[in-house]
């Protein structure tokens, strides 16, 4: 049995709220062991829990808000476009990518690849 | 060299207008030779052209619109969100999944993984 539809969409708000709010441990936790990260799609995938919380210590000195915008769960598989704004000054830079991630039977994470590219970056 | 940005953006715009309002037909000639269709995620996987074709021949006889929603390239991959309404009698029946598709370098579409589950339809 995979997790459920409901445990499934919980991980994605965990995820979205704690990229922008949590400390990248808070984010590195709702990973599974062996889980892989590529983002953005097409770079080098991580491998390594050290790597993955490498990737997401970058974030952890930024000012950000997060909105979760569209989730499609199908079985242990999901989809999801979610708006990442970061603060820097005056300047605000928001990106909307929509990650796929699969799940273990927790709802842990087990693999997310990350849709964007630096087009879709908007600067206000 | 992968197929540009604008053709694949291209090649996604036509889909979700396609899948609405062109023939099965249409919609297969964006596919290339060797395709594979996996529509919901977790279903069986179409790997001919004559499974691809009867999978979108069961929307030829429906009226449908559709709009792209939110669309997302990277590389020779996106992901995309869009909404497909289908009208019968008095009813309206809305699905809004997101799709994931890989293309050659033509633009073409090489596989498309549909994320959606029953629960995200909407009857009005």
Redesign the interface.
Known sequence: MGAS?ETILETIQSYVDLVATGSSADVVALYADGATVED???SEVRTTRESIAEFYGALDSLEQTSKL??A??????????FELVTKAGDATYTL???D?MTFDDDGKITSMR????G??MVVG
């Open positions: 539809r953005p799609v097409g915008l569209h499609r769960v199908s079985g242990n598989e999901a989809a999801f476009a909307a990518p929509i796929v990350a849709f964007w590219s087009e879709d």
